[in-house]
C-alpha cells in the first residue's frame, strides 16, 4: 500500500505540454494521506494542476476518518465509493516517489521508491468534488494501486498504478472506453524502478526534513539477467 509519499519540484509543463498550473505543486519529503495533494486532471480541453484532499470524501461520506487514501484497481467497479469517479474523473498525482517499509526482526525499514532516472512518476487517481455551498467546493483523491511487481513484491503486496507520459491524454479523457482505460492498470515495469533504503525519521508523518529521503544505502535494480 502506498501511504506515504516523496514530492519534490519537476518541470511539469517539459512532461504536459499545455499544462495550466491553477495552484502551486504540493511539495513535501513525506507527505502523508489526510493531507494536500496536488493533482493533474482534465477540465474542458485542458489539463490543469490543482489541489485536492488526500482521501476520497464523496458528497455522502459522513465520516472524514473513513475517506480511503488508496483505490484497489480490481474493485474499481464494485464499489459506490470509486465507481463514478472511475468513470469520468481521472486524475494523475506527479511525485517524485514512494515510501514503502519492509518489515525486519526488530523493525520496519523504510525504501523510497524512484524512477531509476530520479524523473517524476504519475500515479493514477481519482477525485471527487463536494459542494460545501452554491460558491464553496472540496475536491479530493485517491490512489489506484496494482499489484507489486517482483522488485517490489519483498517490501509490499500493492503498489500505486503509474501512468506513462505517452498515456496520459488517454487517462485524463472521460471520453476513452472503460474498457481501454482498465487495460492500463498494471504492475510498473521491472526496469522503470528502483528501491534504496532511507532514513526511519520517515517513519514520523510530522517530520519534513528533506533528509528523510536521502539514501543510506545502494539503490536495487531489477537486472534482465534477474529474469533468466
Same mark, same amino acid.
Given at each position: 500500500?502506498?501511504? #506515504?509519499? &516523496?514530492? /519534490?519540484?519537476?518541470? %511539469?509543463?517539459?512532461?504536459? +505540454?499545455?499544462?495550466?498550473?491553477?495552484?502551486?505543486?504540493?511539495?513535501?519529503?513525506?507527505?502523508?494521506?489526510?493531507? !494536500?495533494?496536488?493533482?493533474?486532471?482534465?477540465?474542458? =480541453?485542458?489539463?490543469?494542476?490543482?489541489?485536492?484532499?488526500?482521501?476520497?470524501?464523496? !458528497?455522502?461520506?459522513?465520516?472524514? +476518518? &473513513?475517506?480511503? &487514501?488508496? /483505490?484497489?484497481?480490481? =474493485? %474499481?467497479?464494485?464499489? /459506490?465509493?470509486?465507481?463514478?469517479?472511475?468513470?469520468? #474523473?481521472?486524475?494523475?498525482?506527479?511525485?517524485?516517489?514512494?515510501?514503502?517499509? @519492509?518489515?525486519?526482526?526488530?523493525?520496519?525499514?523504510?525504501?523510497?521508491?524512484? #524512477?531509476? +532516472?530520479?524523473?517524476? %512518476?504519475?500515479?493514477?487517481? %481519482?477525485?471527487?468534488?463536494? &459542494?460545501?455551498?452554491?460558491?464553496?467546493?472540496?475536491?479530493?483523491?485517491?490512489?489506484?494501486?496494482? $499489484?507489486?511487481? $517482483?522488485?517490489?513484491?519483498?517490501?509490499?503486496?500493492?503498489? !500505486?498504478?503509474?501512468?506513462?507520459?505517452?498515456?496520459?491524454?488517454?487517462?485524463? +479523457?472521460?471520453?476513452?472506453?472503460? =474498457?481501454?482505460?482498465?487495460?492500463?492498470? =498494471? !504492475?510498473?515495469?521491472?526496469?522503470?524502478?528502483?528501491?534504496?533504503?532511507?532514513?526511519?525519521?520517515?517513519?514520523? $508523518?510530522?517530520?519534513?526534513?528533506?533528509?528523510?529521503?536521502? $539514501?543510506?544505502? @545502494?539503490?536495487?535494480?531489477?537486472?534482465?539477467?534477474?529474469?533468466?
Amino acid at each position: 500500500m502506498a501511504g #506515504r509519499l &516523496h514530492i /519534490a519540484a519537476h518541470p %511539469l509543463a517539459e512532461l504536459m +505540454d499545455g499544462l495550466h498550473v491553477d495552484q502551486p505543486l504540493q511539495q513535501s519529503p513525506n507527505r502523508a494521506p489526510r493531507n !494536500p495533494l496536488s493533482i493533474v486532471r482534465q477540465t474542458g =480541453s485542458g489539463w490543469h494542476l490543482a489541489t485536492a484532499f488526500w482521501g476520497l470524501t464523496p !458528497p455522502w461520506l459522513k465520516v472524514l +476518518d &473513513h475517506a480511503p &487514501h488508496c /483505490a484497489r484497481a480490481e =474493485s %474499481l467497479d464494485e464499489r /459506490a465509493m470509486f465507481r463514478d469517479a472511475f468513470a469520468a #474523473r481521472r486524475c494523475v498525482i506527479p511525485v517524485s516517489g514512494v515510501y514503502l517499509w @519492509k518489515i525486519q526482526p526488530r523493525m520496519k525499514q523504510p525504501f523510497l521508491i524512484t #524512477r531509476g +532516472d530520479r524523473g517524476p %512518476l504519475l500515479l493514477a487517481g %481519482l477525485w471527487c468534488r463536494y &459542494h460545501t455551498t452554491l460558491s464553496a467546493y472540496n475536491d479530493s483523491t485517491a490512489l489506484i494501486t496494482v $499489484p507489486a511487481n $517482483p522488485l517490489l513484491a519483498p517490501l509490499s503486496e500493492r503498489f !500505486p498504478a503509474l501512468i506513462a507520459p505517452q498515456r496520459l491524454a488517454e487517462w485524463l +479523457d472521460p471520453a476513452t472506453p472503460l =474498457s481501454r482505460v482498465r487495460d492500463g492498470l =498494471s !504492475p510498473a515495469p521491472l526496469e522503470l524502478l528502483g528501491a534504496f533504503p532511507v532514513s526511519r525519521q520517515v517513519n514520523d $508523518p510530522a517530520n519534513q526534513d528533506w533528509a528523510c529521503g536521502r $539514501p543510506t544505502g @545502494k539503490m536495487i535494480r531489477w537486472h534482465s539477467e534477474q529474469e533468466t
